[in-house]
């Protein structure tokens, strides 16, 4: 998706814009459009050629609200756009599509393993990961960036499950497709084969994972799966396959395209200086703000629910776009302005309530090793050709990424193998 000011004038009217459409997203710009919904048409309602209807809101005050009430909005009829009114198969099994009690339950021990605390212990093996990651490009002047970091969520959360390496480059790809099957990089001939491929392929391997004796390490985060009790009794191996995709495909589909973002941007503003080493927290923060990965979730209205821009009627679907509401002027100063020293930063880029990113701390962590390894590598980066971007509703991403960089002399010893 590209990024630009939200200022531009629109050539087409807010109704005819395709919000479904992945394609938009590859070669169009959505911010003017959110803006504009923002402004007059906050909630905005969309029908598609076959009949599904979906409302959008772009404030953040109404998409904190839709995500932060999970009585008046469900996630247990999907809670991806893509699942539009095909309801969703692993609710009240996979924490992202299950609503409270349930979800509190499931979540509760995870958080134990992925908290702050529990995450800071692992930055040593991050950091020997992102070195092993940029070991190959590091005597290269011309690379892309997109593809080195491709393999970074695996190096780090596959660890972290325990996933063999020799399986990584399949996972990588399979959680590509299912985040976004009508990328014309991604489709297998059509995007709901695409999706049966990915899911098949990342469930059955969960399954046959889970079985194999081999694969059975109580200190990995399968293991933990597998033996943690939520709500006083162990997860079913369905449980435990739903919520292996569910932690995989968070950090692949999100965190390589938080750092591809974060660095166009960059390369776009050279006037911000990441010489000081807490300028990476801003970095990060406003990073994620502009880039916001995770674009849009879905939910179902429960009961008729009052937002700012109207009313929602029970059972409507409800698309909350993410980077709309972190680009809020009612909400962040000049929101246009990519600004590493932006001070009040309340992006919403993990989420809010509830379903807030699980991964979040993981993420941060290993955004902010990925930057201070990659400023410690290169001492300049440019752009060195055309940008592509994802088609997909769901992520905001980039595809390629092509960058020219210069190598610090003094980086050579850090990087040995
Ligand atoms: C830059 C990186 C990331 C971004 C932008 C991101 C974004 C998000 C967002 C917006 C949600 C909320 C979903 C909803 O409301 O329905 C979410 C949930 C989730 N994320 Fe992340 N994520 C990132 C990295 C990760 C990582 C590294 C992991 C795994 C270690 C992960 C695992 C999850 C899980 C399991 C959930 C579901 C939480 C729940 O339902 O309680 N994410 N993520």
Same mark, same amino acid.
């Given at each position: 998706?590209? /990024?630009?000011?939200?200022?531009?004038?629109?050539?087409?009217?807010? =109704?005819?814009?395709?919000?479904?459409?992945?394609?938009?997203?590859?070669? !169009?710009?959505?911010?003017?459009?959110?803006?504009?919904?923002?402004?007059?048409?906050?909630?905005? *309602?969309?029908?598609?050629?076959?009949?599904?209807?979906?409302?959008?809101?772009?404030?953040?005050?109404? =998409?904190?609200?839709?995500? !932060?009430?999970?009585?008046?909005?469900?996630?247990?009829? !999907?809670?991806?756009?893509?699942?539009? #009114?095909? &309801?969703?198969?692993?609710?009240?099994?996979?924490?992202?599509?299950?609503?409270?009690?349930?979800?509190?339950?499931?979540? @509760?021990?995870? +958080?134990?393993?992925?908290?702050?605390?529990? $995450? *800071?212990?692992?930055?040593?093996?991050? %950091?020997?990961?992102?070195?092993?990651?940029? *070991?190959?490009?590091?005597?290269?002047?011309?690379?892309?960036?997109?593809?080195? $970091?491709?393999?970074?969520?695996?190096? %780090?959360?596959?660890?972290?499950? #325990?996933?063999?390496?020799?399986?990584?480059?399949?996972?990588?790809?399979?959680?590509?497709?299912?985040?976004?099957?009508?990328?014309?990089?991604?489709? $297998?001939?059509?995007?709901?084969?695409?999706?049966?491929?990915?899911?098949? &392929?990342?469930?059955?391997?969960?399954?046959?994972?889970?079985?194999?004796?081999?694969?059975?390490?109580?200190?990995?985060? %399968?293991?933990?799966?597998?033996?943690?009790?939520? &709500? &006083?009794?162990?997860?079913?191996?369905?449980?435990?396959?739903? +919520?292996?995709?569910?932690?995989?495909?968070?950090? +692949?589909?999100?965190?390589?395209?938080?750092?591809?973002?974060?660095?166009?941007?960059?390369?776009?503003?050279?006037?911000?200086?990441? @010489?000081?080493?807490?300028?990476?927290?801003?970095?990060?923060?406003?990073?994620?703000?502009?880039?916001?990965?995770?674009?849009?979730?879905?939910?179902?209205?429960?009961?008729?629910?009052?937002?700012?821009?109207?009313?929602?009627?029970? #059972?409507?679907?409800? =698309?909350?776009?993410? !980077?709309?509401?972190?680009?809020?002027?009612?909400?962040?100063?000049?929101?246009?302005?990519?600004?590493?020293?932006?001070?009040?930063?309340?992006? /919403?880029?993990?989420?809010?309530?509830?379903?807030?990113?699980?991964? =979040?701390?993981?993420?941060?962590?290993?955004?902010? %090793?990925?930057?201070?390894?990659?400023?410690?590598?290169?001492?300049?980066?440019?752009?060195?050709?055309?940008?592509?971007?994802?088609?997909? +509703?769901?992520?905001?991403?980039?595809?390629?990424?092509?960058?020219?960089?210069?190598?610090?002399?003094?980086?050579?010893?850090?990087?040995?193998?």
């Amino acid at each position: 998706m590209r /990024i630009s000011g939200g200022t531009q004038t629109l050539t087409v009217p807010v =109704a005819d814009v395709d919000l479904f459409a992945a394609d938009f997203y590859a070669t !169009g710009d959505p911010h003017p459009v959110w803006a504009e919904m923002r402004a007059r048409h906050p909630l905005h *309602r969309q029908e598609l050629p076959d009949g599904r209807t979906f409302l959008s809101v772009t404030r953040y005050r109404d =998409a904190c609200r839709v995500l !932060g009430d999970h009585r008046g909005f469900t996630s247990e009829r !999907g809670s991806l756009l893509q699942q539009l #009114g095909h &309801g969703d198969r692993a609710a009240g099994l996979m924490l992202v599509s299950t609503d409270p009690p349930r979800h509190t339950e499931l979540r @509760a021990p995870l +958080n134990r393993v992925l908290s702050a605390k529990a $995450v *800071r212990d692992l930055e040593p093996d991050v %950091v020997r990961a992102v070195r092993r990651i940029l *070991r190959p490009v590091l005597d290269h002047t011309e690379w892309d960036l997109a593809d080195c $970091v491709a393999q970074l969520p695996m190096a %780090v959360a596959g660890t972290l499950m #325990g996933i063999p390496e020799t399986d990584w480059a399949q996972l990588t790809q399979w959680t590509a497709m299912a985040a976004a099957p009508e990328d014309p990089g991604l489709c $297998v001939r059509h995007p709901a084969a695409t999706l049966a491929i990915a899911h098949h &392929g990342l469930f059955d391997y969960f399954a046959r994972h889970q079985r194999d004796d081999r694969c059975q390490r109580p200190d990995d985060l %399968v293991g933990y799966l597998t033996s943690m009790l939520a &709500g &006083g009794r162990r997860l079913t191996p369905e449980e435990v396959v739903y +919520n292996c995709y569910s932690l995989l495909l968070g950090a +692949n589909a999100t965190t390589p395209h938080a750092v591809t973002g974060t660095i166009l941007a960059l390369i776009e503003h050279p006037a911000q200086s990441v @010489a000081a080493p807490e300028a990476l927290t801003g970095l990060v923060e406003e990073g994620l703000r502009w880039t916001s990965p995770a674009n849009s979730f879905l939910r179902y209205a429960r009961q008729d629910v009052e937002l700012s821009g109207g009313l929602v009627r029970e #059972g409507e679907a409800v =698309a909350v776009w993410v !980077g709309s509401a972190n680009r809020d002027e009612d909400v962040f100063v000049d929101p246009y302005r990519f600004d590493i020293t932006r001070a009040d930063n309340r992006h /919403i880029a993990f989420g809010f309530g509830p379903h807030y990113c699980l991964g =979040a701390p993981l993420a941060r962590m290993t955004l902010t %090793v990925f930057f201070a390894e990659l400023f410690r590598a290169f001492d300049r980066i440019e752009l060195n050709g055309p940008v592509t971007h994802l088609a997909s +509703n769901f992520i905001a991403g980039i595809t390629q990424l092509p960058v020219l960089t210069r190598r610090r002399t003094a980086s050579s010893r850090e990087f040995a193998a």
